[in-house]
C-alpha cells in the first residue's frame, strides 16, 4: 500500500477543484519540492515542520535572490498546501500563518514600438522561403491578438479553417475569450496555409495543429518560437534581449491603451482574471505617451 502523500493530494486538489493550468501545478509541485530539500523532509515531514522552519526557509529564499515574483509564486505555493492541510485535517498547525507576503516591485514590462513590430515582421524574409511565411503568420498573429505564446503554438488547425475575424482561446483556468484577428494577420495565415504541408512530420496528414512540427510535442515550441524571434531580432537591428514571444503581447496591449481602448476591454482580450495585472500596461503607455509630448510639444521643446 502507497503511503500517505499530502503534496500529491494538494495537487489533486488543485486539477480537480480549482481547474489549475498545468504550468501552475508543476511550479507549485517544485517549490513544495524545493521546501522538502531544503527542510530536508519528506512529504509527510512537512506536516511537521514549526514555525522556525518555514522563518528559516524563507530566509534561505531571500539570500539566494530569488525575483520578487517567484518569492511570491513560492509563498503562495507554500501558504495554499497548508490551508488544504489543515482544513482536510491532517495537521491542526499552519506554520505558514505568520510569513510575511513578500513586497512585489512594480516592473514594467518590455515592450516593442509599432515601428519595430514593422521591421521584425519584414526581417522574417531574411530566413528560408517556408520558414519565412511561418514565422510573419508567427509575429502578426501573436500581435493582432495578444495570445500567450502557449496559446498561439497549440492553435488547431481547425480553428482558422473559415478565415475567422476573431479566435475562441481557452486560456488559464479553461477560461474561453474572444480574441481579435485583423486583415493583415488572416492574410498571414492564407500564405501560410498554402506552405504549412511543408512543416509536416512525415506521413503524419492529421497533425491536428496549425504550427505543426515534426518534433515530438507535434507543433512548434516556445523555445523554438523564441530562437526564431532571436535571429530576426538581429536581422531587424533590435537587441534580442528586448525580443520575446510574451513582449509581442505586451506590444498588443500597450499599444491598444495608447491608442485609447477602455482597460476593460483589453483585460478581455488578455484573459486576465484580476484587471490589477491589467494595469501594468496603463504604466508604460502613460511613460510613453509623456515621452512624445515632451519630445515633440513645441512648448516642451522651449522648455
Given at each position: 500500500?502507497?503511503?500517505?502523500?499530502?503534496v500529491r493530494?494538494?495537487?489533486?486538489m488543485m486539477a480537480?477543484e480549482r481547474?489549475?493550468?498545468r504550468p501552475?501545478?508543476?511550479?507549485y509541485g517544485?517549490d513544495l519540492?524545493?521546501?522538502?530539500a531544503?527542510?530536508?523532509?519528506?512529504?509527510?515531514?512537512?506536516l511537521?515542520?514549526?514555525?522556525?522552519?518555514l522563518?528559516?526557509?524563507f530566509?534561505?529564499?531571500?539570500?539566494?535572490?530569488?525575483?520578487s515574483?517567484?518569492?511570491?509564486r513560492?509563498?503562495?505555493?507554500?501558504?495554499?498546501f497548508y490551508?488544504?492541510?489543515?482544513a482536510?485535517?491532517?495537521t491542526?498547525h499552519d506554520?505558514?500563518?505568520k510569513?510575511?507576503?513578500?513586497?512585489?516591485g512594480?516592473?514594467?514590462p518590455k515592450?516593442?514600438?509599432?515601428?519595430?513590430?514593422d521591421?521584425?515582421i519584414?526581417?522574417?524574409?531574411?530566413i528560408?522561403?517556408?520558414?519565412a511565411?511561418?514565422?510573419e503568420?508567427?509575429?502578426?498573429?501573436a500581435?493582432a491578438?495578444?495570445?500567450r505564446?502557449s496559446?498561439?503554438?497549440?492553435?488547431k488547425l481547425?480553428?482558422?479553417?473559415?478565415d475567422?475575424?476573431?479566435?475562441?482561446?481557452?486560456?488559464?483556468g479553461g477560461?474561453?475569450?474572444?480574441?481579435p484577428l485583423?486583415?493583415s494577420?488572416?492574410?498571414a495565415i492564407k500564405e501560410?496555409?498554402?506552405?504549412r504541408?511543408?512543416?509536416l512530420?512525415a506521413?503524419d496528414?492529421?497533425?491536428?495543429?496549425?504550427?505543426?512540427?515534426?518534433g515530438?510535442?507535434?507543433?512548434?515550441t516556445?523555445?523554438r518560437?523564441?530562437?526564431?524571434?532571436d535571429q530576426?531580432?538581429?536581422n531587424?537591428g533590435?537587441d534580442?534581449?528586448?525580443?520575446s514571444?510574451?513582449?509581442l503581447r505586451h506590444?498588443?496591449a500597450?499599444h491598444?491603451?495608447?491608442g485609447g481602448?477602455?482597460?476593460r476591454?483589453?483585460?478581455?482580450?488578455l484573459?486576465?482574471?484580476d484587471?490589477s495585472?491589467?494595469?501594468?500596461?496603463?504604466?508604460v503607455a502613460?511613460?510613453?505617451l509623456r515621452?512624445?509630448?515632451e519630445?515633440?510639444?513645441p512648448?516642451?521643446?522651449?522648455?
Amino acid at each position: 500500500m502507497s503511503r500517505f502523500d499530502p503534496v500529491r493530494q494538494f495537487l489533486q486538489m488543485m486539477a480537480v477543484e480549482r481547474n489549475a493550468a498545468r504550468p501552475t501545478l508543476d511550479a507549485y509541485g517544485r517549490d513544495l519540492d524545493d521546501l522538502m530539500a531544503t527542510c530536508k523532509v519528506t512529504p509527510q515531514g512537512l506536516l511537521g515542520l514549526s514555525d522556525g522552519d518555514l522563518a528559516g526557509y524563507f530566509q534561505d529564499l531571500s539570500e539566494r535572490g530569488l525575483a520578487s515574483s517567484s518569492l511570491q509564486r513560492k509563498r503562495s505555493a507554500v501558504r495554499q498546501f497548508y490551508r488544504f492541510c489543515v482544513a482536510e485535517n491532517l495537521t491542526g498547525h499552519d506554520p505558514s500563518r505568520k510569513i510575511a507576503a513578500a513586497k512585489k516591485g512594480l516592473k514594467l514590462p518590455k515592450i516593442l514600438s509599432r515601428d519595430e513590430v514593422d521591421a521584425l515582421i519584414a526581417a522574417a524574409d531574411a530566413i528560408a522561403p517556408n520558414q519565412a511565411v511561418r514565422l510573419e503568420c508567427l509575429i502578426e498573429m501573436a500581435y493582432a491578438s495578444g495570445m500567450r505564446i502557449s496559446e498561439l503554438v497549440g492553435l488547431k488547425l481547425d480553428a482558422v479553417a473559415r478565415d475567422p475575424a476573431c479566435l475562441i482561446i481557452k486560456g488559464k483556468g479553461g477560461v474561453e475569450r474572444l480574441v481579435p484577428l485583423n486583415p493583415s494577420a488572416r492574410a498571414a495565415i492564407k500564405e501560410y496555409l498554402d506552405i504549412r504541408y511543408t512543416f509536416l512530420p512525415a506521413g503524419d496528414k492529421a497533425n491536428p495543429y496549425l504550427f505543426s512540427s515534426r518534433g515530438k510535442e507535434g507543433h512548434l515550441t516556445r523555445r523554438r518560437v523564441g530562437q526564431l524571434l532571436d535571429q530576426a531580432a538581429i536581422n531587424a537591428g533590435i537587441d534580442p534581449a528586448r525580443v520575446s514571444p510574451h513582449v509581442l503581447r505586451h506590444a498588443f496591449a500597450t499599444h491598444l491603451l495608447e491608442g485609447g481602448a477602455d482597460l476593460r476591454v483589453v483585460q478581455t482580450l488578455l484573459g486576465h482574471a484580476d484587471i490589477s495585472t491589467t494595469q501594468i500596461y496603463t504604466h508604460v503607455a502613460g511613460e510613453r505617451l509623456r515621452e512624445v509630448v515632451e519630445t515633440h510639444h513645441p512648448l516642451a521643446k522651449g522648455r
